[in-house]
Nanobody
């Protein structure tokens, strides 16, 4: 069983930046694909960005996902935050064999 713990969320002003962390237990992290998702109030959970198991960093516009296998941790950097980025952000690990694991989520609120 893999445990995931997200952190780094909070209240930030429009135009600011945040870096979210997703710490994983166990030794399978380096073999896992990682994805960051978000769910805004009243909306379905949506994919933000993913990174394959062998990747170290992927850029997707204002979102940057990175993976540090030595620390068993994935990160999501969000720049130029906008109010519509307000959501609970979740990380997901997809491990060899097809199992996937979710964290509990971290709240990001963008407001002045």
């Amino acid at each position: 069983q893999v445990q995931l713990v997200e952190s780094g969320g909070g209240l930030v002003q429009p135009g600011g930046s945040l870096r979210l962390s997703c710490a994983a237990s166990g030794s399978i992290f380096r073999f896992a694909n990682v994805g960051w998702y978000r769910q805004a109030p009243g909306k379905q959970r949506e994919l933000v960005v993913t990174i394959p198991s062998f990747g170290s960093i992927t850029y997707a516009g204002r979102f940057t996902i990175s993976k540090d296998n030595a620390k068993n941790t994935a990160y999501l950097q969000i720049d130029s935050l906008m109010p519509e980025d307000t959501a609970v952000y979740y990380c997901r690990l997809e491990v060899p064999g097809g199992n996937s694991y979710w964290g509990q989520g971290t709240q990001v609120t963008v407001s002045s």
